[in-house]
């Protein structure tokens, strides 16, 4: 005998907990199921253990897709806010880090300590270590086949996320299940993920690894991102990288303004008038990190002159190399460190306004699996608890 549930969640990660919570208050009898030993293994390692759990400024323009309206009515029915007053509701303390971003003050585990605290206050049935063996359609709903017996429901819920950190958990099942019920599923990609250098560049680089520098990174489309950007023993990262990184496609360039508050050329030719005779590289160390600047100079074959002495070329040639520093990475580090995936579930196949499949009643897809991908800064985690409390109400 199959057990019967009025909703089935499959991923019990940031939006497949909020979905069964909320539904579970609608009075539905929930089950979530999970192939991993714990939930929400991506909400406790996120934010360096902190979790970004939202950012005090989303809106839809921090979201890529190939449909930008999309995610506008998730985003509006359940706000930051809303997610804000349920963290404050269970008293866990939190501070704006930067650009709106909230952290938790002490540990990622609370939120997660919360989420399970709503799941189990609205009567929600979770069942971790549970393979999904097969997906079915009935005459009223689903029927799901797994390791931990056969399960039936009238609205299932697809919450598996993307692939990115296979370590964790990530599988492609929420695409075949889309497939399956002949839904398109768009390519996908890594996003918010370092980029690695071409083997020539990343010999140099690399001895700048630890290395952090403020930097305006733009990419080809003209998306551009003012944060730290991070030399790695591997490549580029930091905020601005993994920002951009979204942005990029293989085989393009990708520009670096290295200080992008003041023009360097400027401050050289100012400090030229007082103290001609101080060499560039100890002029702009006062600016950049002296093991940066020593491997910029070599690197670009500047020399190192006096600053009363700089040339016209070598003005242009030093705007070039500190303010539009141009490179084109090698490729990512891949799904391996990346913090999310691009693509996913077509969003032509949904209806924004519920989450559902348009042509399979009762079939929901929410969070990462959805083409549907925020920036870095929470962004992600709030696309998650708004599809997924969206969907709730429709289950
Ligand atoms: P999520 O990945 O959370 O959950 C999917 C669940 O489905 C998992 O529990 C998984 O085990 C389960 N599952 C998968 N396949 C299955 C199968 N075959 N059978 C059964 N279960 C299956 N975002 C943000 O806003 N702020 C932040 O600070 C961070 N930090 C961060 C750090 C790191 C290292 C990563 C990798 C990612 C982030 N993110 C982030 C992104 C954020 O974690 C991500 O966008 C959300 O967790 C997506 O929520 P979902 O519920 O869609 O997927």
């Given at each position: 005998?199959?057990?019967?549930?009025?909703?089935?969640?499959?991923?019990?990660?940031a939006?497949?907990l909020?979905?069964?919570a909320?539904a579970g208050?609608r009075?539905?009898?929930?089950?979530l199921?999970d192939h991993g030993?714990?939930?929400?293994?991506?909400?406790?390692i996120?934010?360096?253990?902190?979790?970004?759990?939202t950012?005090?400024?989303?809106?839809?323009?921090?979201?890529?897709?190939?449909?930008?309206?999309?995610c506008?009515?998730?985003?509006?029915?359940?706000?930051?806010?809303?997610?804000?007053a349920?963290v404050?509701?269970?008293?866990?303390?939190?501070h704006?880090?930067?650009?709106?971003q909230?952290?938790?003050?002490?540990?990622?585990?609370?939120?997660?300590d919360m989420?399970?605290?709503?799941?189990?206050?609205?009567?929600?049935?979770?069942?971790?270590?549970?393979?999904?063996?097969?997906v079915?359609?009935?005459?009223?709903g689903?029927q799901?086949?797994t390791?931990?017996?056969?399960?039936?429901?009238e609205s299932?819920?697809?919450?598996?996320?993307?692939?990115?950190?296979?370590?964790?958990?990530?599988?492609?099942?929420?695409?075949?299940?889309?497939?399956?019920?002949?839904?398109?599923?768009?390519?996908?990609?890594?996003?918010l993920?370092p980029?690695?250098?071409?083997?020539e560049?990343k010999?140099?680089?690399a001895e700048l690894a630890?290395?952090?520098?403020?930097?305006?990174?733009t990419a080809?489309?003209g998306?551009?991102?003012?944060?730290a950007?991070?030399?790695?023993?591997?490549?580029?990262?930091?905020?601005?990288?993994?920002q951009?990184?979204?942005?990029?496609?293989?085989?393009?360039?990708?520009?670096f303004?290295l200080?992008?508050?003041?023009?360097?050329?400027?401050?050289l030719?100012?400090q030229?008038?007082?103290?001609?005779?101080?060499?560039?590289?100890n002029?702009?160390?006062?600016k950049?990190?002296?093991?940066?600047?020593?491997?910029?100079?070599?690197?670009?074959?500047?020399?190192?002159?006096?600053i009363?002495?700089?040339?016209?070329?070598?003005?242009?040639?030093?705007?070039?190399?500190?303010?539009?520093?141009?490179?084109?990475?090698?490729?990512?580090?891949?799904?391996?460190?990346?913090?999310?995936t691009?693509?996913?579930?077509?969003?032509?196949?949904?209806?924004?306004?519920?989450?559902?499949?348009?042509?399979?009643?009762?079939?929901?897809?929410?969070?990462?699996?959805?083409?549907?991908?925020?920036?870095?800064?929470?962004?992600?985690?709030?696309?998650a608890?708004?599809?997924?409390?969206?969907a709730?109400?429709?289950?």
């Amino acid at each position: 005998m199959a057990e019967q549930a009025d909703v089935i969640v499959i991923g019990a990660g940031a939006a497949g907990l909020m979905c069964a919570a909320e539904a579970g208050k609608r009075g539905r009898r929930v089950l979530l199921l999970d192939h991993g030993k714990k939930a929400g293994r991506k909400i406790i390692i996120s934010g360096g253990g902190r979790c970004n759990f939202t950012n005090m400024y989303a809106e839809p323009s921090n979201y890529l897709s190939q449909n930008p309206h999309f995610c506008k009515a998730a985003l509006a029915q359940y706000t930051q806010w809303d997610f804000i007053a349920m963290v404050d509701q269970h008293g866990i303390a939190y501070h704006e880090k930067t650009l709106g971003q909230l952290f938790c003050d002490d540990s990622a585990h609370q939120i997660v300590d919360m989420l399970l605290k709503e799941c189990d206050d609205a009567g929600v049935e979770l069942k971790l270590r549970t393979e999904i063996l097969a997906v079915e359609k009935t005459d009223v709903g689903f029927q799901l086949k797994t390791s931990q017996g056969v399960f039936e429901c009238e609205s299932l819920v697809v919450a598996t996320g993307g692939l990115s950190m296979p370590k964790l958990g990530a599988t492609p099942l929420g695409y075949q299940i889309a497939e399956q019920f002949g839904l398109n599923v768009l390519p996908t990609r890594a996003g918010l993920v370092p980029f690695t250098l071409h083997p020539e560049q990343k010999e140099v680089l690399a001895e700048l690894a630890g290395i952090s520098v403020d930097s305006y990174a733009t990419a080809e489309d003209g998306t551009a991102f003012k944060e730290a950007m991070l030399f790695t023993h591997r490549g580029l990262s930091g905020p601005s990288v993994l920002q951009i990184s979204s942005f990029w496609q293989p085989g393009e360039p990708v520009t670096f303004d290295l200080s992008p508050d003041e023009s360097l050329v400027d401050w050289l030719l100012e400090q030229a008038n007082s103290q001609p005779q101080l060499t560039l590289k100890n002029a702009l160390s006062r600016k950049l990190p002296k093991r940066m600047v020593e491997t910029w100079l070599d690197m670009h074959q500047l020399g190192n002159p006096a600053i009363g002495q700089i040339s016209n070329k070598l003005k242009e040639k030093l705007q070039s190399v500190l303010h539009e520093w141009q490179i084109i990475p090698g490729g990512t580090e891949g799904y391996r460190t990346a913090e999310v995936t691009l693509g996913g579930v077509d969003t032509n196949e949904l209806s924004s306004k519920t989450m559902a499949a348009k042509n399979v009643p009762g079939l929901f897809f929410i969070g990462e699996v959805v083409d549907v991908t925020g920036w870095l800064g929470g962004y992600n985690f709030q696309w998650a608890w708004s599809s997924g409390w969206l969907a709730a109400q429709h289950v």
